[in-house]
T-cell receptor, first 112, second 119 residues
């Protein structure tokens, strides 16, 4: 069994300040972990993925995430928020059966 | 590369009619495609796994006779919502896994979604 918990349903940050979106996972097997972004009425875009290689993963648009097995966490960060980062973010876990399990999402609001 | 398209992007239909949504992998082959449903301001819920040349596998609680899935080729899967009702109104998103891609991380490529409104 696998599950994902996104600890914050809504995060607001000022433009230019750091972003932290939290995600904890549970998986019976070595998981693959993903962060996807969804802009309003759009499909999902992959930000980054963890696939059992380096634990610090760098993605697109300046985002990165660190896989911490001891904490079962995969938090998403960005040093400086931009207005275009405002969107819904989903943490996703996958294991042997290829099915993706989505977190409930975190809505990121950027304050000008 | 790895582009997935959906058609139509939005559709409005009358209650009782059927609607077909297409999902295509444009530049890769996919033996497996997935269909998700997303209600407003909620997460994606997997409805079914579509397998080329065989029957789809439905998640618990999803009516297979209502949501007909056909995966006729390595680049096309269709979802038909039969006898649609207002409660079927939702955002439907498909995804596909690249057959030639590494299997170690199960990445799926998502379509842009189809918004269905049933009047």
């Amino acid at each position: 069994a696998q599950s994902v918990t996104q600890l914050d349903s809504h995060v607001s940050v000022s433009e230019g300040t750091p972003v932290l979106l939290r995600c904890n996972y549970s998986s019976s097997y070595s998981p693959s972990l993903f962060w996807y972004v969804q802009h309003p009425n759009k499909g999902l875009q992959l930000l980054l993925k963890y696939t059992s290689a380096a634990t610090l993963v760098k993605g697109i648009n300046g985002f990165e995430a660190e896989f911490k097995k001891s904490e079962t966490s995969f938090h998403l960060t960005k040093p400086s928020a931009h207005m275009s980062d405002a969107a819904e973010y989903f943490c996703v876990v996958s294991s042997l059966n290829e099915k993706l399990t989505f977190g409930t999402g975190t809505r990121l609001t950027i304050i000008p | 590369g790895a582009v997935v398209s959906q058609h139509p992007s939005w559709v409005i239909c009358k209650s009782g009619t059927s609607v077909k949504i297409e999902c295509r992998s444009l530049d890769f082959q996919a033996t497996t495609m997935f269909w998700y449903r997303q209600f407003p301001k909620q997460s994606l819920m997997l409805m079914a796994t579509s397998n080329e040349g065989s029957k789809a596998t439905y998640e618990q609680g999803v009516e297979k006779d209502k949501f007909l899935i056909n995966h006729a080729s390595l680049t096309l899967s269709t979802l038909t919502v039969t006898s649609a009702h207002p409660e079927d109104s939702s955002f439907y998103i498909c995804s596909a896994r690249d057959l030639a891609g590494p299997s170690s991380y199960n990445e799926q490529f998502f379509g842009p979604g189809t918004r269905l409104t049933v009047l």
